[in-house]
């Protein structure tokens, strides 16, 4: 493998892995606040950039984004207020089964709106021809927005959970909610917001890389299998650590493919899982208490 070629499966890994990290990101922070692992987060995705490519054609696509990460976002608190909260004094188990039955249900509702045909976005600037040639390996300059955007996401979430008033109700919620429920905050409240936002950055990061993967109705569940995989190799609520485990997981991925033939991809999230789980369930990167909004 000459040098050119290594850089373009590393810069492939890196943005692949970016995405996992920010599914995981949206992972850890409802895990904080509920104790439940969502699993509809990938759906979340799914419909952010769905939605992003029907309004792209009736406004400008800028707008098209804010719009379908708004009604994502609300969605995200529809779901939470609707189905979460109104199971009360329910058993973790019984949350987990219930985001299950969501993402099934939001699938087949992109079925029946979408239908079954591949859609993506219009590349947000130059054409699918347009490249950049860094150290001798030639990507395309959608990859230069998937990862400057995730960039952002993992900066503006770590400034709101560190500098805002709510984000630092968010992080007293995940340490000790009876706690701040005593102080005076809305513990059901942060809840809501939680999954509002783990659904606003998913729909964003499906919009981002739209051009690129097109996006498919059963997109999601993949998604959240890999998003997943790196929330529990990082260590579930350890969002610092879910970046790591992303690239690392997108870089082994892609390195994979390069000896094997690509069917064994998908393989690599599920392997990696099982050894995890069965040799490090903590985590690589988990620390004794560990919390996505106390380190995000």
């Not at 850089?7 to 509920?34: D, E, K, P």
């Not at 087949?108 to 040639?133: C, N, Q, R």
């Not at 499906?206 to 996006?215: A, E």
């Not at 899982?273 to 988990?286: E, H, M």
Request: proline share 3%; net charge positive; aromatic share 8%.
């Amino acid at each position: 493998m000459n040098f050119a070629l290594f850089v373009q499966y590393a810069l492939s890994g890196i943005t692949v892995g970016s995405v996992y990290a920010i599914v995981a990101i949206g992972f850890n922070i409802i895990y904080c606040t509920t104790g439940i692992i969502n699993f509809a987060q990938g759906e979340f995705l799914i419909v952010g950039a769905m939605t992003a490519i029907s309004l792209a054609r009736v406004v400008p696509l800028p707008v098209a984004i804010f719009g379908a990460v708004l009604i994502t976002t609300v969605l995200g608190g529809l779901i939470e207020l609707i189905f979460i909260r109104q199971v009360r004094n329910a058993s973790v188990l019984r949350l987990v089964i219930i985001t299950i039955g969501l993402s099934i249900l939001i699938r087949e509702a992109m079925l029946h709106i979408w239908d079954e045909k591949p859609w993506s976005l219009p590349y947000f600037t130059g054409t699918a021809v347009s490249t950049v040639t860094i150290l001798g390996a030639h990507i395309s300059v959608q990859v230069l927005w998937v990862l400057g955007v995730s960039a952002v996401i993992v900066a503006a979430l770590t400034l709101f959970f560190r500098c805002t008033t709510t984000g630092q109700a968010m992080r007293a919620c995940a340490d000790d909610r009876m706690a701040a429920r005593l102080c005076g905050i809305n513990d059901r409240w942060m809840v809501t917001l939680s999954f509002m936002l783990s659904a606003g950055i998913g729909a964003l990061a499906g919009c981002v890389i739209s051009p690129i993967t097109q996006t498919q109705y059963d997109m999601g569940a993949p998604l959240a299998i890999k998003g997943f995989t790196v929330a529990i190799l990082g260590g579930l609520g350890n969002s610092l650590a879910a970046v790591a485990a992303g690239l690392f997981l997108g870089l082994l991925e892609a390195f994979v493919v390069s000896v094997l033939p690509a069917s064994y991809k998908e393989v690599v999230a599920i392997v990696v899982l099982l050894l995890i789980l069965v040799f490090r369930p903590s985590g690589l990167f988990a620390r004794r208490e560990t919390s996505a909004l106390r380190t995000a």
